[in-house]
C-alpha cells in the first residue's frame, strides 16, 4: 500500500468513526431557496408563495397602489436554461391562463400582471413540468 492510499483510507476510518461516536452524519449545505427580489417591481409585496417541488418557489405579490397581482416562477439555483412558466387568473381559470409566460429560462419566468382588485385569483408556476401554486386564494 502506498502511503497517499494509506492516507485516504485513515481519513475515511476516521470519518466513520467520527460518525459511529457522535451519531453525526456529514452532508452538503441544503440547496439555497428562492427568495424573492423585488422582480414585479417597486410597491409589490409578497402576499403568498407555493414550493414547485424540490426545484423552486412561485410567488404571488400585490401591488395596493394599482390593485395588481403579479407572479413569478422562480428556480432555487440559476443553471442552464430549462422550461419556467408562470400563469394568472380570476378565480376559476379555465383550460388557459389569461396571464402567462413560459419559456426556457436560467432563473425565472415573470413577473405577469394582472389586475384583480376585489376577485379571488388562482396562479400557478412550473418548472420543468413539475407545478406548484394556488386556487382560489388572496380573495380581496
Known sequence: MTLRNSSKRA??????????VTGTVITAPPAA????AGE??????????APIGRLGTVFLTYSSASGNNCV???????GTRV????????HPVGQHWPAYQGRHYTS????I???AAGRCVDWMGRISGVE?????????
Open 11 to 20: 481519513a475515511a476510518v476516521a470519518a466513520c468513526a467520527l460518525t459511529a
Open 33 to 36: 431557496a428562492a427568495t424573492y
Open 40 to 49: 414585479c417591481g417597486p410597491g409589490y409585496r409578497v402576499v403568498n408563495s
Open 72 to 78: 413569478i416562477a422562480k428556480r432555487h439555483r440559476a
Open 83 to 90: 422550461l419556467i412558466e408562470a400563469g394568472l387568473g380570476v
Open 108 to 111: 425565472y419566468a415573470g413577473p
Open 113 to 115: 400582471r394582472l389586475s
Open 132 to 140: 406548484g401554486g394556488k386556487r382560489r386564494t388572496n380573495c380581496g
